[in-house]
């Protein structure tokens, strides 16, 4: 069964920048898909960075240029870096594992870690 733990979050001026890392434990495929989403207060979930297992990335327009997704297949970990950070930014940030070939939403969702920018 696979788990996935978030952390990273916290409270952040405009400008700022915070990393968040998500740990995946258990077995999972090989082929895999991890998404970063978020979901602020009254929104819906939002899609934010994809990275799969062969390193394609990809994200949505309101971030590119300022977060970057990694990973570290040694640490089963997959990372969100999040630069030149504003409040708009501020939401539940949630990590989702899924295989290569599921639907994008479906699979294993974090527990989510808080962002918040201040202005």
């Known amino acids: 069964q696979v788990q996935l733990v978030e952390s990273g979050g916290g409270l952040v001026q405009t400008g700022g920048s915070l990393r968040l890392s998500c740990v995946a434990s258990g077995s999972f495929s090989s082929a895999y898909v991890m998404d970063w989403y978020r979901q602020a207060p009254g929104n819906q979930r939002e899609l934010v960075a994809t990275i799969t297992s062969g390193g394609i990335v990809n994200y949505a327009d309101s971030v590119k240029g300022r977060f970057t997704i990694s990973r570290d297949n040694a640490k089963n970990t997959v990372y969100l870096q999040m630069n030149s950070l504003k409040p708009e930014d501020t939401a539940v940030y949630y990590c989702?594992?899924?295989?290569?070939?599921?639907?994008?939403?479906?699979?294993?969702w974090g527990q989510g870690t808080q962002v918040t920018v201040s202005s």
């Open positions: 989702n594992l899924r295989p290569i070939l599921a639907f994008r939403g479906s699979g294993v």
